[in-house]
């Protein structure tokens, strides 16, 4: 399945580029000269969420941010998982295809295990990491398993595949008035209906069913990736990733990490504080 939605370019100016991965057709954008920054999004997001992000950087950065398989503008194969593996097993093509060296990996939410687990077998290519309110290990705390088991129960599934529940009341209503009405928009259409939702539906039952796949993540980190410069810029509001317990567990896996705490930001914090991650990014890289 293909997305027709045109994205508005007074929200989202960039120019849509694709590629033809082994799963299905990837949608990103491509903008600016320098050293590369791979923008990775989470659920129920896509590369829009890092606009402001790009915007503010593309006159000194590379700037590529992609749509994985199921969001954004990117297919639904209907032979396609959409778990976490798959979608880094296809992340890692597309850095290989725009043959990225010397690059920085920026990841939000689920963006951050699937940017960091195509990095790893790259190691040698990572110019350094960039995570914003996420998580490289099994999700084990007893809220984020709850949620889990409740969100992939049938009749979440329902909501989520026939209402749209977790654009509408996890990223929309969560996000209050940070989004105008033309940007909430973009979030909603890009996820249409039904068939269009289905990676959406696959995310919270990957919190348990990826658990080894994190596992073996979070091992190969430090021989791989620990030495790499790093930064958290961390929304402190958040409940999905709480700041106590995903800090220093950042800076257990990464030696040279910078933390950016933003006090007033939650969960989205590149859309709530995208200014601090660019200054920051300028900053050290």
Same mark, same amino acid.
């Given at each position: 399945m293909r997305?027709?939605?045109? /994205?508005?370019? =007074?929200? *989202? /100016?960039?120019?849509?580029r694709w590629?033809?991965?082994?799963?299905?057709? %990837?949608? *990103?954008v491509d903008e600016g000269d320098g050293t590369p920054i791979l923008f990775c999004h989470g659920s129920p997001t896509w590369s829009f969420l890092y606009r402001r992000v790009i915007t503010g950087l593309r006159d000194r950065y590379r700037c590529i941010a992609l749509d994985h398989m199921g969001f954004g503008l990117s297919e639904r194969p209907s032979d396609f998982g959409f778990t976490i593996a798959e979608l880094t097993e296809v992340l890692g093509e597309l850095v290989d295809h725009l043959d990225l060296d010397g690059?920085?990996?920026?990841?939000?939410?689920?963006?951050? /295990?699937?940017g960091v687990g195509a990095a790893v077998p790259r190691a040698e290519r990572v110019r350094g990491l960039v995570l914003c309110n996420t998580a490289l290990w099994p999700i084990d705390a007893m809220p984020n398993r709850a949620f889990s088991a409740v969100m992939s129960s049938r009749p979440c599934q329902r909501r989520i595949l026939d209402n749209n529940l977790l654009v509408e009341k996890f990223l929309i209503a969560g996000l209050g008035d940070v989004l105008t009405p033309l940007e909430a928009d973009h *979030? &909603?259409?890009?996820?249409?209906?039904?068939?269009?939702?289905?990676?959406?539906?696959?995310?919270?039952? =990957?919190?348990?069913?990826? &658990?080894e796949w994190l596992c073996r993540l979070e091992r190969e980190i430090p021989?791989?990736?620990?030495?790499?410069?790093?930064?958290?810029?961390?929304?402190?509001? +958040?409940?999905?990733? &709480?700041?106590?317990?995903?800090? /220093?567990?950042?800076?257990? +896996?990464?030696? +040279?990490?910078?933390?950016?705490? %933003?006090?007033?930001?939650?969960?989205? %914090?590149p859309e709530e504080a995208p200014d601090e991650i660019v200054t920051a990014i300028s900053r050290r890289f």
């Open positions: 997305i027709g939605f045109m /994205p508005d370019g =007074e929200v *989202y /100016p960039f120019r849509s590629f033809a991965s082994s799963s299905g057709r %990837v949608h *990103y690059f920085v990996v920026v990841g939000h939410d689920w963006g951050g /295990p699937i *979030y &909603r259409e890009v996820q249409p209906n039904r068939d269009a939702r289905v990676a959406l539906g696959v995310m919270p039952r =990957e919190i348990r069913a990826a &658990r021989g791989a990736l620990g030495g790499k410069p790093a930064i958290a810029v961390w929304g402190m509001r +958040d409940v999905v990733f &709480r700041p106590r317990g995903c800090l /220093p567990r950042i800076q257990r +896996d990464f030696a +040279d990490t910078e933390v950016i705490e %933003v006090p007033r930001a939650g969960h989205f %914090v």
